[in-house]
């Protein structure tokens, strides 16, 4: 029987993270994307815990049980909330896991804070603002109205599944998509959501991309929406980090979710390849120890 880990909190100057920590050994520090909460990582959370892994998934700024206090939204601030999630926790470097934006979060915590990264884990990212300036003002028009009450809950569930959840659907999709919905029936998560797809560009990462020296995995489902060429698009993003490449067929925007049988023991190759760490070493010292007891 498995339990669910208790909600903790980490305090920051605007309100706290939630986060959930399970596991011990080495750090793997999970987030979601836009709109979407630490379920997301379901699948692969217990797969990262069974082998051997401390794993801790927190929610965005006003989405889950994080605190809707916030008034700074994007990639930048999800950043800074991983790096001091990671310094807080005291047990790195970390593996991070991003999904959507929470990759280009991760991406950003590589490039400014290197030593705390261990290697990254990119499902779905965006390294750089794709849509033009015009497209990008029309969006936060259309943002403004769309997640507004009383249709904003619904509005969200239905673009999660049937325009960026494309291909097929996870057993758990139709319960995913209701606690999404029920959080979004918050009014003041539902406004923390909207403030964060208005306020939402992915300019400020492309120009760290360079600087990023941390081993990367980046998955992509090949019919996801987002890129106008899937496989192009991850091509581009695996050339521009060095780092390895998955490109997961009939899935969209969210393999992870979609596929957890392709995304999960891809996800556990990787992390197992990784160079050792001062915290493997204890680990293993610790695990000598008790044998020998």
Do not use: C, N
């Amino acid at each position: 029987m498995t339990t669910t880990p208790d909600v903790r909190y980490l305090t920051r100057p605007e309100g706290r993270i939630a986060y959930t920590d399970a596991g011990s050994g080495p750090l793997v520090v999970a987030v979601p994307g836009m709109g979407d909460l630490r379920s997301t990582y379901d699948d692969l959370v217990p797969a990262l815990v069974a082998a051997g892994h401390r794993v801790v998934v927190a929610d965005l700024r006003g989405h889950g049980d994080s605190d809707t206090t916030f008034t700074t939204h994007g990639d930048i601030a999800t950043g800074t909330d991983l790096v001091a999630l990671v310094e807080h926790l005291d047990a790195g470097p970390a593996v991070l896991v991003g999904s959507s934006m929470g990759g280009s979060a991760a991406v950003w915590a590589a490039a400014e804070r290197p030593e705390l990264v261990r290697a990254l884990v990119l499902v779905a990212p965006h390294l750089r603002e794709t849509a033009s300036p015009a497209q990008a003002r029309t969006y936060r028009l259309l943002y403004r109205v769309l997640f507004r009450r009383p249709w904003g809950a619904a509005a969200w569930a239905w673009l999660y599944t049937s325009m960026f959840a494309k291909g097929r659907r996870s057993p758990g999709h139709a319960q995913h998509v209701a606690e999404i919905r029920r959080s979004m029936a918050d009014p003041a998560h539902l406004r923390s959501f909207r403030d964060l797809a208005v306020a939402l560009d992915h300019s400020v990462i492309e120009p760290l991309v360079p600087s990023v020296e941390a081993p990367s995995l980046i998955v992509v489902g090949e019919l996801d929406p987002d890129y106008k060429d899937a496989g192009a698009e991850l091509a581009r993003m695996r050339d521009a980090l060095g780092g390895q490449e998955l490109l997961v067929p009939g899935v969209g925007h969210y393999p992870q979710h979609q596929a957890p049988e392709v995304v999960t023991p891809a996800v556990l190759e990787f992390v197992a390849g990784l160079p050792v760490t001062r915290h493997d070493d204890e680990r293993h010292g610790a695990d000598e120890r008790g044998a020998r007891a």
